[in-house]
């Protein structure tokens, strides 16, 4: 005998409340981040009074719509976003919101860019404009840029560009540091330090 599959339970949040009769009409999720991920839920205007969910419920108001699916035990977030449109709509059961929330590109600040490079000589910290990347691929060759010094010493890993020690000259240079490969919680230590730097002594 065939065990029967339990229901997909979806539930939708308004500004952290539970809104537990509003309904999932579509979720969208962004594809190799060229689309925003967008959500269409449907509720009751006056459950919105009635159980003080979402006060402003307007769009732009930064009202935060979250959805959650729970399937066999398990539960996985699908979207998160604000408030962007808000629609009328007349259903059998009554007058009806249509919200639409979405993703937006400003919910994630400004992007990391640039990596911190000690200078050799001043011995000071300075960022170099380009792209962040951990242990780049050169000439087919998977190659370190990271620092060898302990992630939770007193000064964080920084990186070390390898065409720059490539000389025993150069090397002396940097004293006879070769810059070693990033492992994750290096580089993860460095991101968190980088971004959060007023909470790191």
Request: proline share 7%; glycine share 4%; aromatic share 6%.
């Amino acid at each position: 005998m065939s065990r029967e599959r339990a229901a997909a339970v979806w539930r939708v949040y308004i500004n952290s409340v539970e809104d537990k009769l509003a309904r999932v009409l579509d979720v969208q999720e962004s594809l190799n981040g060229k689309t925003l991920d967008t959500a269409v839920i449907e509720v009751d205007p006056a459950r919105i009074q009635q159980d003080g969910i979402g006060i402003r419920i307007r769009p732009n108001m930064a009202d935060v719509i979250s959805i959650s699916c729970s399937y066999e035990n398990k539960v996985l977030w699908h979207h998160w976003g604000v408030v962007s449109e808000i629609e009328p709509h007349q259903s059998p059961d009554g007058p009806r919101l249509r919200i639409t929330s979405r993703l937006e590109p400003w919910l994630w600040s400004v992007p990391l860019t640039g990596m911190l490079l000690k200078n050799p000589e001043t011995k000071l910290l300075s960022p170099r404009n380009g792209d962040l990347v951990f242990n780049p691929t050169i000439d087919g060759i998977d190659e370190g840029n990271c620092s060898p010094l302990d992630p939770t010493a007193t000064e964080a890993n920084y990186f070390i560009d390898p065409d720059s020690v490539r000389t025993t000259t150069a090397l002396k240079l940097h004293g006879n540091r070769a810059p070693v490969k990033w492992t994750l919680p290096k580089a993860v230590y460095y991101l968190c330090k980088t971004l959060n730097s007023d909470e790191f002594s």
